[in-house]
């Protein structure tokens, strides 16, 4: 069984900045591609960014420049640092990750729980 548990969400001012973590446990082989998606109220789930295994970051357009997301091999986390939050980031953050849980076995796609992020303007 495979679990991705996000942390560092809340309520922060317009302006500020906030740190997400994401951590994989359970049975895992090897964790190839993490990210980080969003989800506001009333609109689909959206790209936030996602990084490679080796390290390849790839972010969304509309917010390269104010957020940086990162990972850490040895402890299966991957962050997200945002940073000069507006009122429109405000949603629940869900962590992904393509995961290999054994040997010989296919990569399958796993969601975290989501962690509100909530701007105020």
């Known amino acids: 069984q495979v679990q991705l548990v996000e942390s560092g969400g809340g309520l922060v001012q317009a302006g500020g900045s906030l740190r997400l973590s994401c951590s994989a446990s359970?049975?895992?082989?090897?964790?190839?591609?993490m990210g980080w998606y969003r989800q506001a109220p009333g609109k689909q789930r959206e790209l936030v960014a996602t990084?490679?295994?080796?390290?390849?970051?790839n972010y969304a357009d509309s917010l390269k420049g104010r957020f940086t997301i990162s990972r850490d091999n040895a402890k299966i986390t991957v962050h997200l640092q945002m940073n000069s939050l507006k009122f429109e980031d405000t949603a629940v953050y869900y962590c992904?990750?393509?995961?290999?849980?054994?040997?010989?076995?296919?990569?399958?796609?796993?969601w975290g729980q989501g962690t509100q992020v909530t701007v105020s303007s």
């Open positions: 992904n990750a393509g995961i290999v849980p054994g040997w010989g076995l296919r990569e399958s796609n796993y």
């Open positions: 990084i490679s295994r080796d390290g390849t970051p």
């Open positions: 359970g049975s895992i082989f090897r964790i190839n591609t």
